[in-house]
């Protein structure tokens, strides 16, 4: 494989307690740090899963309550309840950035992600939103997507030329058995990592317009545009 980009690594849609520590001990075997976007029920369920991967070093980010579409789609006060309902929970957990990951419906990034109350929402609340450039589809191919997240990272033609932000999935689905071995080969390959993400994945920092955030929003009111 050619090509130096860093990595970012994620893992959205946990804590699951029959995924998420077996990924940490991976990382930690490993000396990486991730972030976590975490759901606010498996949260509510699972917190000190969250407690061990922040006491690790990971940062936990809000990645809405219900995971239960694009917040574009939504009345506004449905989606701004996910968004505010998981942070309250997050609660000493958070990043001081307030970061937050909409949901793609499939990694997808467009107007969908948000709709205006969200923006202004957060906004208001000075969120960070984290958005991608690698999703390598673990979530729907646990045994495939290996090879695929290695070309996205280190390819010929990786997805980025200098910052790779991936998304994966502590979900209990099987894919995180082959996290290891992902790692081990990314490190043969002399890739490097790190924890913070990318300037092009962030366009909304601590509530300020840091790239264009209105062209996630589905109806923006102009507050961060």
Request: one cysteine or more; proline letters at 7%; glycine letters at 12%.
């Amino acid at each position: 494989m050619t090509g130096a980009p860093r990595i970012t690594l994620s893992f959205d849609n946990g804590p699951e307690p029959e995924v998420t520590p077996a990924v940490l001990d991976v990382l930690r075997a490993r000396g990486l740090r991730a972030t976590f976007f975490v759901l606010g029920h498996k949260l509510a369920a699972h917190r000190a899963v969250a407690e061990r991967a922040h006491a690790e070093g990971h940062w936990i980010g809000n990645h809405t309550w219900h995971h239960a579409g694009p917040l574009g789609g939504m009345p506004d006060d449905d989606a701004v309840a996910e968004i505010a309902r998981t942070q309250d929970l997050i609660g000493d957990l958070s990043h001081p950035d307030r970061l937050f990951r909409p949901q793609g419906g499939g990694g997808v990034l467009g107007q969908h992600l948000l709709n205006g109350a969200a923006l202004d929402h957060l906004v208001r609340h000075r969120f960070t939103v984290a958005l991608w450039n690698a999703v390598p589809g673990d979530f729907r191919d646990p045994e495939g997507w290996v090879d695929r997240a290695l070309s996205m990272c280190r390819g010929p033609n990786p997805v980025a030329p200098d910052s790779v932000a991936l998304v994966l999935h502590d979900l209990p689905n099987g894919a995180m058995r082959h996290l290891d071995r992902f790692l081990g080969r990314l490190a043969d390959a002399g890739a490097g990592f790190a924890q913070d993400f990318p300037d092009s994945c962030l366009p909304l920092r601590r509530g300020a317009d840091a790239g264009g955030v209105a062209r996630y929003v589905t109806h923006s009111t102009g507050a961060a545009a």
